[in-house]
């Protein structure tokens, strides 16, 4: 499995899957969410509320679900739900999480390249390089334990700062 890491914009990614850094009622939010929902067009927030029928109280934290890319260049979007800093979801276990069930959600619909966005490091309020570590200790670990569909990860970074975290991070 090869591991990327890239500046822009996630929307843009031809991928197989790309992965929104949602909140738990899946319907659209700020940051990452929102670009995600401009770009993919309406039938997005529709295909969530289809989703949200089989979670009444809203996406749990840590969990990851699929639905169609629509308008996006990636064929489908994983979205899960980050750990809010603020909101004293401060327990990196439930971070590891989101990067691990994207990743199973990934290779249970048979997609061979995914793209992360920095999950938590926006609005959720955590530190970049926690975010970081915990991201490349999960995909790394993900690899290693053999997944043969996945041939591609990358980490898409908006700015310049959070890409030199992860650059730096990486080793
Ligand atoms: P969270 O609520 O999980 O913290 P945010 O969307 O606020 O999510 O931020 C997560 C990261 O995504 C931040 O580093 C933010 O700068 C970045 N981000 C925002 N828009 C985009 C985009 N279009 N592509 C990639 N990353 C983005």
Not at 135 to 156: C, I, K, Q, T, Y
Request: hydrophobic share 45%; with cysteine; charged share 20%.
């Amino acid at each position: 499995m090869r591991l990327e890491i890239l500046q822009g914009d996630i929307t843009t990614r031809d991928v197989d899957a790309i992965v929104n850094a949602a909140n738990s009622s899946l319907m659209g939010g700020g940051g990452v969410d929102g670009a995600i929902h401009r770009a993919a067009g309406p039938e997005l927030l529709a295909a969530c509320r289809e989703v949200r029928k089989e979670y009444p109280g809203g996406l749990p934290v840590g969990r990851a679900v699929a639905t169609p890319g629509f308008n996006l260049p990636s064929r489908w979007v994983i979205h899960t739900v980050g750990p809010n800093r603020h909101a004293g979801q401060t327990d990196p276990g439930l971070l590891a999480s989101c990067f691990r069930e994207s990743l199973a959600v990934a290779e249970s619909l048979g997609a061979r390249s995914v793209a992360f966005p920095a999950i938590s490091a926006g609005i959720y309020g955590w530190d970049a390089r926690e975010v970081a570590t915990v991201a490349f200790d999960v995909v790394r670990n993900f690899g290693a334990d053999g997944s043969p569909a996945l041939e591609l990860v990358e980490f898409v970074l908006f700015s310049p700062e959070m890409t030199t975290v992860f650059r730096d991070v990486s080793g």
